[in-house]
């Protein structure tokens, strides 16, 4: 791949694993792609083998048309012998008769092809069904790091484009595949039967034909795969800057966006235009033999008639098998560029799948098992993200007691909201250890770990669904009175009865019909139906106006009696009540205690809260 069409390094690193901005990128495993398809398809292998041998009898019956067609040519040719010799007419009968026969094979084959193309069609839209499960599921059991690298764009091009390719080039070169190789045989076996010269001028082309398969194949495959990789990047750019349209509108970012797109976009083309120009090459060049193997049927086969060799029926029988014989040559030539299609999309379904995945093996302890009050420890906790050598937590270390309010102050990347992400085990320790009740947070499986915790972060989520349904997403057996209960704690009921259809409202996909504030009310309600054990909020009110946050903040004071909270803040006026704050900075905690005593030691939190007003002064 030209420089011209590298993924600029200003917009996003290339990612691990061969991803869209990869420059460049060892060959692929063709064969061990195509075992594991096999593999995939093996508990579909009896229909498999059903739609093989109805492709295979409706290219036999196929096969069997022309010799039959050949015995009425014969007929009609003998009839016009006997006409010009006055010793009889043509036996329209036993025309009619061998055309009834000729009609009645035709038809089975159709009926054949029919039921292997239902058959399959059932098969490869299961496969379909199946692999897409698989890759929704996969999505939850993959450390949230693997997002960190890989576009959400690019994974939605794994699900829809790649999933999709392999569909149609299954059904495709599977049918095809049989009925070529069915046909192949039988039209070499008729073929022969008719005439062994002939058919040996026809058999001497083959060779020629799969020189010529065979050199397109190995020059057209590195684009199908640069294809099918460059269709994630453009969808991956395409999904991000949708997602980001207000902010590229505000910084007036539209020539850069399009800039990008455009060189994603000619990678795409200029790969997918060489592959298809490559692979289309192989029915104009396997006609170009075929046609020159038909020539020499016709002047070899005309010799043949004129010293009674060969009959007229047998000549317009071969005439058809050539013509048939190079067609699933040509066949099987498309199979191989389907197969390349294939592969290159199943690769990328396949790779994404052996991601490794969040690993609970060690799990040894349930919730239900133990009596989690809320005593937190971090014991010299040290974390670096995957693949980079940057340590982001360096030694932390804090006892927090049950029912404490913990705030955790410092400035942008200081590391506040990466000690809540390894409290919640969204990421593992690079070392130390963090401890719930005496227990390592390792001991629990993280699904069970995480029912114990109640987030809310400053990015809100909310789906496309009913006010009433997202709130109830905190607990789903939740009643509509609890919900209701819920919502008045954050300061939400009044608002929602507001809106049309109140709790029943419907929020569009992109959550635009309530205020940025509205939707952080509605995930406070979220935590609070949920009821957990120990509460982190990360940055909560920051989307709120200042009346709103005091009421936010009376029903989060009543929320968090009796609960270990987590409170991540910039805004330093809203923890002054905490119990202990934690002040971080580089990945350490350079001071602790609560507010009194903080400021009494003039130092880093001193200096941020005073520089705080400051501001708010000037």
Not at 64 to 72: E, H, K, S, V
Not at 237 to 242: D, G, L, N, R
Request: a neutral charge; hydrophobic letters at 45%; one cysteine or more.
């Amino acid at each position: 791949m030209s420089k011209k069409h590298e993924k600029p390094e200003s917009f996003r690193k290339p990612p691990k694993h061969g991803g869209p901005g990869k420059p460049h990128e060892k060959p692929k495993d063709f064969k061990g792609t195509i075992k594991k398809i096999l593999k995939l398809i093996a508990p579909f292998k009896l229909r498999f083998i059903a739609v093989i041998i109805f492709a295979a009898g409706s290219s036999l019956f196929n096969v069997i048309g022309p010799r039959i067609l050949a015995n009425a040519t014969n007929e009609v040719a003998a009839g016009v012998r006997r006409m010009m010799n006055s010793s009889g007419t043509i036996d329209l009968a036993k025309i009619a008769q061998i055309l009834t026969i000729l009609v009645a094979v035709y038809a089975v084959s159709a009926a054949f092809n029919y039921l292997q193309s239902f058959i399959m069609a059932g098969v490869t839209t299961r496969l379909s069904f199946n692999l897409r499960n698989d890759i929704m599921q996969k999505i939850n059991r993959i450390p949230l790091g693997f997002f960190h690298k890989q576009s959400q764009g690019d994974v939605l091009s794994r699900i829809t484009n790649d999933v999709d390719t392999l569909e149609q080039a299954l059904t495709q070169s599977i049918t095809q595949a049989a009925t070529s190789v069915t046909s192949l045989i039988g039209i070499l076996a008729m073929m022969l039967l008719t005439s062994p010269l002939l058919t040996l001028i026809i058999v001497l082309t083959v060779p020629v034909s799969l020189i010529v398969v065979r050199n397109i194949v190995k020059l057209s495959q590195p684009h199908f795969r640069k294809q099918q990789k460059f269709l994630g990047a453009v969808n991956g750019h395409i999904e991000e800057m949708y997602g980001a349209h207000l902010v590229v509108k505000a910084f007036n970012g539209e020539k850069r966006s399009l800039e990008e797109f455009d060189e994603l976009n000619d990678a795409l083309a200029e790969n997918a235009r060489k592959a298809e120009f490559l692979s289309g090459l192989m029915m104009p060049l396997m006609g170009f033999v075929g046609n020159l193997g038909y020539v020499m049927v016709c002047v070899v086969g005309a010799i043949l008639a004129s010293k009674g060799k060969l009959d007229i029926g047998g000549i317009q029988a071969m005439l058809q098998y050539v013509r048939n014989f190079n067609q699933p040559i040509n066949q099987l030539a498309n199979i191989s560029a389907q197969l390349q299609r294939m592969a290159a999309a199943a690769e990328r379904v396949f790779e994404f799948l052996d991601e490794p995945e969040e690993d609970d093996s060690k799990a040894t302890l349930r919730l239900s098992d133990v009596e989690i009050k809320g005593n937190i420890t971090f014991d010299h906790v040290k974390f670096g993200y995957e693949d980079t050598d940057k340590i982001v937590i360096t030694d932390f270390s804090a006892k927090v007691k049950s029912g404490q309010k913990i705030a955790i102050v410092g400035p942008t990347g200081a590391g506040k909201t990466t000690m809540v992400k390894l409290l919640m085990r969204f990421h593992e320790l690079t070392d130390g250890a963090i401890y719930i009740d005496g227990y390592n947070l390792t001991d629990f499986d993280r699904h069970d770990l995480r029912s114990e915790f109640g987030m809310v972060l400053q990015d809100t989520w909310l789906y496309c669904g009913s006010i009433m349904d997202n709130i109830r997403y905190g607990k789903l057996d939740a009643t509509d009175e609890e919900v209701i209960k819920a919502a008045k704690l954050a300061q939400v009921d009044h608002f929602v009865r507001t809106l049309p259809d109140g709790y029943n409202m419907e929020l569009n996909e992109e959550v635009t019909n309530i205020s940025q504030g509205q939707k952080q009310l509605l995930t406070i309600a979220r935590a609070i139906l949920a009821d957990p054990k120990i509460l982190i909020l990360d940055e909560a009110t920051s989307s709120v106006d200042t009346r709103t946050e005091i009421l936010i903040q009376r029903a989060m004071d009543n929320l968090m009696k009796g609960r270990t909270s987590f409170i991540i803040a910039h805004r330093l006026s809203t923890i002054r009540n905490a119990d202990l704050i934690l002040c971080m900075n580089n990945g350490d905690i350079v001071e602790q205690g609560n507010h009194d005593e903080l400021m009494a030691l003039d130092g880093f939190y001193a200096n941020l809260y005073n520089s705080q007003f400051e501001k708010t002064e000037e």
